[in-house]
């Protein structure tokens, strides 16, 4: 019998509220958001008003045994149909104990629900490799790009009720960092702004989320784009007046190149400009796919050879070295607009 496939959070969310109970729940991933997210939704279905006090069981893999974890499973539900126990950060617990939590899922007590997460799953441990051939596994993945971000800002917009244009979708995911928490927060941090009135405008964004950081590097990977040494400096100069950190503008600049890298390998494959635009690039707005087209034909594919060894050799300085990060990054910036 195949083990079980695990599942991105947000296939689960969806078809969670039609399944039937799971006696085990594996969320695991690096976005402890997501993971809240799921643990809530979890929660909230078997958890009965009232019994919370008996039935609704929380434990730290840190702190609690696996021994008390099985007692607490092994006990009959006081008022719920199920008694819940949430056990915590599952991988730091000691392999003994993961063990007896993965021989108790073998044969798991029919009225309780065992919820596990952490934060990875190593599945050459004896006790995961049991655990997932019984378990329902939630992986909670942290975004890949802005489309990430831009599918959690259309469902959660719709959850709350509030409108925004596609501009206004746009910019909000440009002005953050990859990272839901962060987005959350910043979506919140509107709301506050607009004072509940059911709708965020390109304005509000720019005002509140658009003078961040993120929408700094936007402006200079456009003029790295167009070799604009000067143009880049003086942007390069503000934000580390700001205290950007080199690591952050390193990651920011490797995922424009790749962007670009890709645009000239479907050139070579003789591919249109307004193909490439239409089709393959979606993860760029679609009123800047035109301007990567555009910046592609600034840079060489040795030259774009050389800028990802340039990246990599400034994220290792970064890491690494006790330098300046504005020392790493003007040296970079320099190095890559005369590539």
């Known amino acids: 019998m195949p083990k079980p496939q695990s599942i991105p959070h947000y296939e689960f969310l969806k078809n969670f509220p039609e399944q ?36 609704f069981i929380i434990l730290h893999a ?28 599952f991988d730091t617990m000691k392999a003994s104990d993961k063990l007896l939590i993965a021989e108790y899922i073998q044969n798991p007590v029919p009225t309780s629900i065992l919820v596990l997460t952490a934060a990875k799953i190593d599945e050459r441990a004896k006790a995961n490799k049991m655990i997932s051939e019984k378990a329902m596994k939630i992986i909670c993945r942290s975004p890949y790009s802005t489309v990430d971000i831009l599918k959690w800002l259309n469902v959660e917009t719709k959850e709350k009720k509030i409108f925004m244009d596609n501009d206004s979708k746009e910019l909000f995911t440009r002005s953050i960092e990859l990272d839901y928490q962060l987005a959350a ?17 390109i304005e509000d964004v720019r005002e509140t989320v658009g003078k961040s950081r993120t929408n700094k590097v936007f402006d200079l990977q456009n003029e790295i784009g167009k070799r604009n040494l000067e143009k880049s400096l003086t942007i390069l100069e503000n934000m580390i007046a700001n205290n950007e950190s080199a690591v952050f503008v390193i990651i920011m600049l490797s995922t424009f ?35 990567y087209v555009n910046y592609a034909k600034n840079y060489s594919k040795k030259a774009i050879q050389e800028i990802f060894s340039l990246l990599l050799q400034a994220d290792i300085d970064a890491k690494s070295l006790n330098l300046k990060d504005e020392i790493i990054l003007e040296i970079l910036v320099y190095k890559i607009c005369k590539s």
């Open 62 to 89: 840190d702190t609690d045994s696996a021994t008390n974890a099985l007692e607490q499973l092994e006990m009959m539900p006081f008022m719920a149909k199920f008694r819940l126990v949430i056990l915590k950060n």
């Open 185 to 201: 927060n910043e979506l919140e941090k509107l709301i506050i702004y607009t004072k509940g009135k059911g709708s965020i405008t």
């Open 20 to 55: 039937k109970p799971q006696s085990v729940y594996y969320i695991f991933g690096p976005e402890n958001y997501l993971k809240d997210i799921v643990l809530k939704e979890i929660s909230g279905r078997f958890k009965s008003s009232g019994s919370e006090d008996f039935d």
């Open 257 to 291: 190149f790749r962007t670009l890298w890709r645009v000239k390998a479907l050139q070579r494959s003789n591919l249109s400009n307004s193909e490439i635009e239409n089709r393959y690039l979606p993860e760029i707005f679609y009123k800047f796919r035109k301007d």
